[in-house]
């Protein structure tokens, strides 16, 4: 019973309900909680596996879907019904008195066992208002927490079809879960299971019973027995109706008459509250120091003193699961000396519940029981199975598993040890009683008994004597002998102890005058016996042991076979003619010899009717004649002496019969000391037991609680386990396949580990772990290893050699470090070889690419001091300063002899038309910033002399390496030399024009000297002039535009300047900007001339008058632009068309087609000249 | 020297010369010699080709044709089909002679025809014709 407190009493009476979950837990809580109606009369606590040091949202979570207010657990905290309470992340929470406390685990502990811990201190603190739902999860945690929780009378659920059902399997697995259902469908069966339970509670009496119920018990128990066959009447009452009002609980029924009806319906029912009566919670060494103190007491002296060949008996009744038994076999296998030949141990383990030592014989328990059974335990005596434990086979052979009802079945015997724990708590002091000198029975001389902590013998120190009266350790008194009681035990048989039995009610009516002819009979009536027709006993009355007695040999069954002397003739005789005739047979005066004498008797054998039927049965009743007689004066017997002789024999009968009351007398009086000293003893024992019992109860929780921390430091080793196997097989991975040769050495510089490169450096093999440094030989010269590794452990400060291997050639970085473990100790070194040929090799070509490189450096720079253009290099790392190759410095007026780097602001001293460049102008600095070339532009550049030369700069961006701002790079020409050419050409020109055009005017000059004499000659004369003055026309308008070709209107409007004044209005010149080419320009000026001196003559131009249209257009023939140019004159009177073509009409026509592959067609029409000229303007591409 | 100019009666002689003026000029002269003449070619194109279209006694070549263009492409061609041939040239420097044509036989613009003729006489006519 949890200890109760009266503050609690009001906080107690609403139910709480613990939910365990883990893995897949979240989608099961929220099924759980989405359907649950908001009962405003229970509480939940949700009891999660959460991540240690991990802030937790699951209170968040919860909150979001459940329809009661919901809290993180924060500290002490009451319990309040229709709240959710959530674990907060690395703690274990219980429940106390109606308050929620949290521990925090101290350091080292991370995750725990946290369901099974919650429960447990649930169970106590709730009693049957408490229940478990257990979610979906992996591993084992809740089953513990369960149990506690049935065997305190509370509910237990589970979750069908959970996500992770590995919690659940494990809970269902115990058989003691109520309902296996939906998460959905359990928040309404919890609040129709406590709504029922209020609904109850005010039936109960102060202890929580329903005494209604007691007045069935004899009808249940009953059923039990009749379906099971165990007799349960003899349990405490309270046991029995505790667990008859749970499963009328989860049943919802609401009187005991209906529990009855359903159980007299449903035999199953009877099986299930069968399996609830014996829910019993067992665990390996349960009370540590009680088996400690077995080991010590017990087991030592009985392993110590055995003998070879004998066997060691241990009877462990209502053993439940086993746990008990192989607990007490381990200890008596630990102590079983290998030196002397081993005893037998033999150990009967016995229970009524089949299913329990079913799992007994299997041997195989939750992985859980590890916090039970101690490390080296396990080693010895388990095998890992699947994640259970199975107990090993020398264990499991020492053990019979066996169904036995104590209470039923005889006793195992000669018996060197009973450990019967927590059975005799369930019983009746009455049944305990005779339960008691049972074991003192099946004990042999000094044998030893072990019982459960709230048990005693304190009323039987008459059979035993205290070992270990803490841990209820007692010893047999070897001169006590206890009888065989009758079996089965129970109140309705003949009484074992002198004890008077508990006045049962009796029966009424008729039976009372039952009892009365019994006694009657006993006390009055003759000696009688019941037999079949062959003389077979069936029944026999007391006193018959004056006619009968045991023959010699085998005994049977036959009463005319015990009949004394004398009677058994006429006892057969009788018998016969009963039978025979089936009527009574009378036989007087019958002598028996009998003890001491003779007796006269007479025979009656009757045959038995029932309901009026003959029966085949007979009564034989003997009736005495008289008193005994003695052999001696059997035969002289007179009257005198048959008064004498009786007086004598009442005489004696009355000494004997004084003695006898004398020494029951002394025994009463004996034992009623006893009996007062036993009670004294009792009332101190019952104080001691109340204390103790107060103690162990918060000793258990103490350990129960140390169970779920062991519990969870075990789920975390093995989880650590897990994880350093997957890290050991990591760093198998990593060794073997690392390239890098590494040998790990310990402290003492023996090799402990190696990876397989390393065997390219020593020659190693396996077997060599564990074989100092010094031993192994190396592939290289290892002069310094031994000295290298010693200084490292002593200076911890690295080494690193570079080492030559023997025969490969090949070298290695030999790296010699410490080696620290986790925590930062030193535990030895590493040696690390890293194979670095080939980065030697490509040390060396690296060298060789950097000197070639500089060589051609060198060269470049040397080209770059040769070459006459003046280079300047900015690089984009340093914008503000460029370098210069030695034309540069000469081209700013430097001495040659300035050493490299000549280097410059990136500003170079440029003007442009006398202006300083300003800096966006700047080539360097351009180039760089648009990353696109300068092109080629003059400038002047100012010398350092103060001089200044025109110089031509072009700058183009330098490709940098990525990231880099571009640098660029500029070249400069000095072009003053080349100016002064242009220079000196242009004046070579205008020399050569004047030159051209005194020599025209010279000849212009001659012509008009020569002529003159004659009107012909002058008239020729006058022809000559106009000609070579059109030639100095056109020469002076092609020199004006330096010879490169004539716009086509001007060289039109300058031959006929001389007309244009006179007549302006008749002058039409029309015609796109075209520009003729020199060759073109001096014909067509030839030509003009000669249509215009043509016209003056003759035309539109003379005297005639008329008007001059000149027009022209190019057009595109065979993709060349060609001119086409119409000079059409029109006359007011008609001409008469000339009779010889002149010289002009020729010139006209044969230089155009001969010089300008052109077309010149003219015609002489009436009213005027229409000339027409064509020719490419482009050359022919073929030229 | 009448005998002089009967040798040139009926020589071939191909003008080269682009100015249609100094072109028709010559022309006018040679035929007033007797001469055959063929051309005038205003192009070294043209010239060629009617240089392989008749047999010819000599050639003369004016050096600087229009755009550019030079006669000496045609005077290589002559030279290598060994027909004689005289430039006509405004020029006075060497130099804008190629090396295989420094030494060939050359009169200066603007013409003496005295000059033309006795160059005519000297490498065209048969007894003057050894190379």
Redesign the interface.
């Known amino acids: 019973m949890p200890k109760r407190h009266e503050d609690g009493e009001k906080r107690r009476d609403f139910p709480v309900v613990g939910i365990g979950a883990s893995a897949g837990g979240i989608p099961a809580l929220k099924r759980f909680f989405s359907s649950a109606p908001p009962d405003g009369n229970i509480a939940f606590v949700v009891v999660m596996h959460l991540a240690p040091g991990r802030e937790s949202v699951l209170g968040d979570i919860v909150g979001r879907f459940s329809p009661l207010p919901t809290d993180v657990v924060d500290g002490e905290t009451a319990v309040e019904p229709g709240h959710v309470y959530v674990i907060p992340p690395d703690a274990a929470l219980t429940l106390e008195d109606g308050h929620l406390l949290t521990a925090r685990p101290g350091s080292g502990v991370g995750p725990r066992g946290p369901v099974d811990g919650f429960l447990a201190s649930l169970a106590a603190d709730r009693g049957e208002n408490a229940a478990c739902v257990i979610l979906s999860g992996t591993g084992s945690d809740g089953t513990q927490g369960l149990r506690a929780i049935k065997e305190h009378g509370g509910l237990a659920l589970a979750q069908e079809a959970a996500e992770y059902d590995g919690m659940m399997r494990s809970a269902v697995a115990t058989g003691l879960v109520d309902f296996v259902l939906p998460a959905e469908e359990m928040a309404g069966k919890l609040h129709d299971y406590f709504g029922h339970l209020r609904e109850t509670a005010p039936r109960k009496d102060g202890d929580g019973l329903r005494r209604e119920v007691a007045s069935h018990l004899p009808a249940i128990c009953a059923l039990l027995r009749a379906r099971t066959g165990h007799d349960f009447s003899e349990y405490k009452d309270s046991t029995i109706i505790r667990r008859i009002q749970r499963r009328m609980q989860v049943l919802q029924r609401e009187t005991p008459e209906a529990y009855l009806e359903r159980l007299k319906t449903e035999p199953r029912e009877i099986d299930l509250l069968f399996h609830d009566l014996l829910i019993g919670v067992t665990s390996f060494f349960r009370d540590p120091l009680a088996f400690e103190a077995l080991d010590r007491e017990v087991i030592t002296p009985l392993m110590e003193n055995v003998g070879p060949d004998t066997a060691i008996r241990v009877w462990v009744p209502g053993c439940s699961t086993g746990e008990e038994a192989y607990s007490i076999a381990m200890l008596l296998h630990e102590r079983l000396s290998p030196e002397r030949k081993r005893p037998v141990i033999q150990i009967f383990a016995s229970d009524i519940d089949e299913r329990g030592l079913e799992v007994g014989r299997l041997g195989r328990y939750p992985a859980s029981i590890a916090e039970q059974v101690s490390e080296r335990r396990l080693k010895r005596f388990f095998v890992r199975e699947d994640g259970t434990f199975r107990v090993v086979g020398e264990l499991r052979e020492s053990i019979l598993f066996s169904t036995h009802d104590l209470l039923r079945d005889p006793p195992f015997s000669k018996l060197d040890l009973i450990s019967c724990r927590n059975l005799l708590i369930y019983m009746t002091s009455e049944l305990q009683d005779r339960v008691i000198p049972l074991f003192n029975y099946a004990l042999r001389g000094e044998g030893y008994l072990f019982l459960g902590s709230s048990e005693n013998v304190t009323r039987h120190t008459r059979l035993f004597t205290t070992v270990d009266k803490a841990h209820r350790i007692f010893r047999r008194r070897p001169e006590m002998r206890s009888r065989l009681p009758e079996f089965p035990l129970s109140t309705h048989a003949p009484r074992l102890t002198p004890q008077p039995a508990r006045p049962r009610p009796e029966p009424p009516d008729g039976s009372l005058q039952r009892l009365a002819e019994r006694q009657l009979l006993d006390r009055f009536g003759p000696a009688h016996a019941v037999v079949n027709a062959n003389g077979d006993v069936l029944h026999i009355s007391a006193k018959t042991g004056k006619y009968l007695e045991l023959p010699a040999g085998t005994p049977d069954n036959n009463l005319v076979g015990m009949a004394r002397p004398g009677l058994r003739l006429d006892l057969r005789g009788a018998i016969h003619r009963a039978a025979a005739s089936g009527e009574t047979v009378l036989q007087n005066e019958i002598s028996v010899g009998t003890n001491g004498g003779r007796q006269m008797i007479d025979l009656v054998v009757q045959p038995l009717r029932r309901d009026g039927k003959e029966d085949a049965t007979f009564l034989v009743v003997f009736r005495d004649r008289g008193g005994l007689q003695t052999d001696d004066d059997f035969p002289h017997q007179t009257l005198d002496d048959g008064e004498a002789t009786t007086v004598q024999h009442l005489e004696h009968e009355l000494r004997t019969m004084t003695e006898r009351l004398q020494t029951t007398t002394e025994e009463l009086e004996s034992s009623n000391e006893e009996l007062k000293s036993a009670n004294e003893e009792l009332s101190s024992i019952n104080e001691e037991l109340q204390s103790s019992n107060e103690e162990l109860e918060t000793s258990k929780e103490e350990l129960s609680s140390m169970n779920e921390e062991l519990q969870t430091v075990n789920a975390e080793l093995s989880a650590r386990v897990e994880e350093l196997s997957r890290a050991n097989s990591d760093i198998q991975n990593l060794l073997e396949s690392t390239q890098v040769a590494t040998v790990f050495l310990d402290r003492d510089l023996c090799v402990k580990k190696f990876t397989p490169a390393a065997k390219e450096l020593f020659f190693l093999v396996e077997s060599d772990e564990g074989r100092p440094i010094g031993h192994l030989r190396a592939r290289f010269k290892a002069d310094t290893l031994q000295d290298d590794a010693e200084q490292v452990l002593r200076r911890l400060a690295p080494i690193e050699r570079t080492v030559e291997g023997l025969d490969s050639g090949r070298r290695y970085a030999m790296r010699i470090l410490p080696y620290r473990t986790v925590a930062d100790r030193i535990s030895g070194v590493v040696i690390t070889f890293v194979d670095i040929s080939r980065i030697t090799e490509a040390e060396a070509r690296i060298q060789e690419l950097t000197d070639s490189l500089k060589d051609r450096v060198v060269s470049l720079e040397t080209l770059l001091d040769l070459v006459p253009v003046g280079v300047f290099i900015m690089s984009g790392d340093a914008p503000e300063q460029a370098a210069l190759n030695r034309a540069a410095a000469r081209l700013l007026g430097r001495d040659d002899g300035t050493p490299t780097p000549r280097m410059l602001s990136s500003e170079l001293p440029l003007h442009t038309a006398g202006v300083t460049m300003p800096r966006a102008s700047q080539p360097l600095l351009r180039a760089a910033h648009t990353r696109e070339p300068v092109p080629a532009f003059e400038a002047e550049l100012h010398r350092e002399d103060g001089k200044s030369i025109d110089v031509i700069v072009t700058a183009t961006p330098l490709a940098s390496a990525r990231g880099k701002p571009p640098g660029a790079i500029a070249a400069m020409v000095d072009i003053t030399e080349r100016r002064q050419a242009e220079v000196h050409q242009q004046m070579l020109l205008d020399e050569l024009q004047h030159r051209a055009k005194n020599i025209l005017a010279t000849v212009t000059a001659l012509a008009r000297k020569t002529g003159g004499e004659t009107a012909a000659a002058e008239e020729a004369t006058a022809a000559l002039v106009g000609r070579l003055q059109a030639m100095a026309r056109t020469h002076e308008l092609l020199s004006r535009d330096l010879w490169r070709g004539v716009p086509l209107e001007e060289l039109v409007r300058v031959t006929l300047d001389p007309y244009l004044g006179k007549a302006e209005d008749e002058i039409a010149i029309a015609g796109p900007a075209v520009v003729v080419d020199p060759?073109a320009s001096s014909?067509l000026g030839m030509v003009f001339y000669e249509l215009a001196s043509n016209a003056a003559q003759y035309g539109a131009l003379g005297p005639r008058h008329g008007r001059l249209a000149v027009g022209w257009s190019v057009e595109s023939r065979d993709g060349r632009r060609w001119l086409s140019l119409a000079w059409r004159e029109t006359l007011a009177e008609p001409l008469p068309a000339p009779e010889a073509r002149g010289f002009g009409t020729t010139?006209i026509e044969?230089?155009l087609s001969?010089?300008l592959s052109g077309r010149a067609s003219l015609a002489f029409e009436a009213d005027g000249l229409s000339c027409v000229l064509e020719f490419p303007l482009d050359?022919p591409e073929?030229? | 020297m009448a005998s002089d100019l009967d040798r040139l009666r009926g020589l071939r002689i191909l003008i080269v010369e682009d100015t249609f003026m100094l072109a028709d000029e010559l022309n006018e002269f040679l035929r007033e010699l007797g001469c055959e003449t063929v051309g005038p070619a205003a192009r070294a194109s043209e010239a060629t080709a009617l240089a392989h279209a008749t047999p010819l006694d000599g050639a003369l070549l004016d050096v600087n044709l229009s755009r550019g263009e030079t006669s000496f492409p045609v005077a290589a061609d002559l030279a290598g089909r060994h027909v004689p041939f005289v430039f006509i040239t405004g020029y006075d420097l060497d130099s804008s002679f190629p090396a295989e044509f420094r030494d060939s036989p050359r009169i200066s613009k603007p013409l003496d025809l005295g000059v033309l003729v006795r160059a005519m006489l000297r490498h065209f006519t048969p007894a003057a014709r050894p190379h």
């Open positions: 060759k014909i010139f044969r230089s001969y010089e050359p073929d030229s």
